[in-house]
């Protein structure tokens, strides 16, 4: 059974950071593309970030480039998206996925970002 457990979201002030954490587990994780989205109120999800089955290749949208960082720890099961310098715009629910399960969509985590 496809999980994916997202955590460190929360309340930040603009400039500031926070790193997210996401737990898969129900398929093999080494073999997946993993990425990070985000869905704002009243928007449709957008894909933020993706990483490459080993971590050699990483992929970005354009509004986080430069300040969000995505890796993953394939020992772990877990994939990582380091966000500086925040915007009241990046303000949405956080969620990961993966290519080989991408009809799954954890709880995802919610990240506030104050002006």
């Known amino acids: 059974q496809v999980r994916f457990v997202e955590s460190g979201g929360g309340l930040v002030q603009s400039g500031g950071s926070l790193r997210l954490s996401c737990a898969a587990s129900?398929?093999?994780?080494?073999?997946?593309?993993m990425s990070w989205h985000r869905q704002a109120p009243g928007k449709e999800r957008e894909l933020v970030a993706s990483v490459s089955r080993f971590g050699y290749t990483t992929n970005y949208a354009d509004s986080v480039k430069g300040r969000f960082t995505i890796s993953r720890d394939n020992a772990k099961n877990t994939v990582y998206l380091q966000m500086n310098s925040l915007k009241p715009e990046d303000t949405a629910v956080y969620y990961c996925n993966a290519d080989v399960a991408s009809w799954y969509w954890g709880q995802g985590t919610q990240v506030t970002v104050s002006s």
């Open positions: 129900g398929f093999t994780f080494s073999s997946a593309v």
